[in-house]
């Protein structure tokens, strides 16, 4: 069933990310996978950098090449799905980083992982060579998608980040937002919803 992406109001997205900025990080609402989602004006979204140094070492001196890692964090609000999530046997989520050329550009796939799902929080990391990475761009958009069963067709319940997360360096480590799908005939229905 296709995802059909209905952004939550701007004043919303402005809050967010005026919150997050004195956090050190910033999210807006926006699809995220396809391009920069931006709030309802149009505006592009922020960063999800949590700090870390770029290319650190770890044990023995050896570079650390991840791009990213972090935690998915269960988001509840009046718009998503809230009831109680017990992971099936084969829940899983797929964290995929994709390069950002513009705002109604497409933002092709870098690269993605997908990994058992057995609640929260859901750690994460992706590894890779920062050059071939970024590429020409400066920034790459961080997705989470939990699947609450096998497939990656979203049911209401799955979960996904509604807000676009963006990495600006290498070694970036973060805490990302997922919201529970509801079904976009529920009275509440809003930001990111399914079809029944």
Same mark, same amino acid.
């Given at each position: 069933?296709?995802?059909?992406?209905?952004?939550?109001?701007?004043?919303?997205?402005?809050?967010?990310?005026?919150?997050?900025?004195?956090?050190?990080?910033?999210?807006?609402?926006?699809?995220?996978?396809?391009?920069?989602?931006?709030?309802?004006?149009?505006?592009?979204?922020?960063?999800?950098?949590?700090?870390?140094?770029?290319?650190?070492?770890?044990?023995?001196?050896?570079?650390n090449d991840f791009l990213v890692r972090g935690v998915g964090i269960r988001e509840m609000t009046a718009t998503t799905y809230n009831e109680e999530i017990l992971p099936a046997p084969d829940?899983?989520?797929?964290?995929?980083l994709r390069r950002y050329e513009g705002e109604d550009a497409s933002a092709p796939l870098v690269t993605e992982i997908?990994?058992?799902?057995?609640?929260?929080?859901?750690?994460?990391?992706?590894?890779?060579?920062?050059?071939?990475?970024?590429?020409?761009?400066?920034?790459?958009?961080?997705?989470?998608?939990?699947?609450?069963?096998?497939?990656?067709?979203?049911?209401?319940?799955?979960?996904?980040? +509604?807000?676009?997360? +963006?990495?600006?360096?290498?070694?970036?480590?973060?805490?990302?937002?997922?919201?529970?799908?509801?079904?976009?005939?529920?009275?509440?229905?809003?930001?990111?919803?399914?079809?029944?």
């Open positions: 069933m296709p995802i059909v992406y209905i952004q939550r109001s701007s004043k919303l997205a402005l809050l967010i990310a005026l919150f997050a900025a004195g956090c050190g990080s910033t999210t807006t609402d926006g699809p995220g996978g396809g391009g920069n989602g931006g709030d309802a004006e149009g505006g592009q979204g922020g960063t999800a950098e949590g700090g870390s140094a770029e290319g650190g070492t770890g044990e023995g001196g050896a570079t829940a899983h989520a797929v964290v995929s997908d990994i058992p799902f057995t609640g929260f929080p859901v750690p994460f990391e992706i590894d890779g060579d920062p050059v071939a990475a970024f590429g020409d761009s400066d920034t790459l958009l961080l997705r989470i998608e939990i699947f609450n069963h096998a497939g990656t067709d979203a049911t209401i319940g799955d979960l996904v980040s +509604e807000h676009s997360n +963006e990495i600006q360096s290498a070694g970036t480590e973060v805490e990302i937002l997922v919201g529970g799908l509801e079904s976009c005939d529920a009275p509440n229905a809003g930001g990111y919803c399914v079809d029944p």
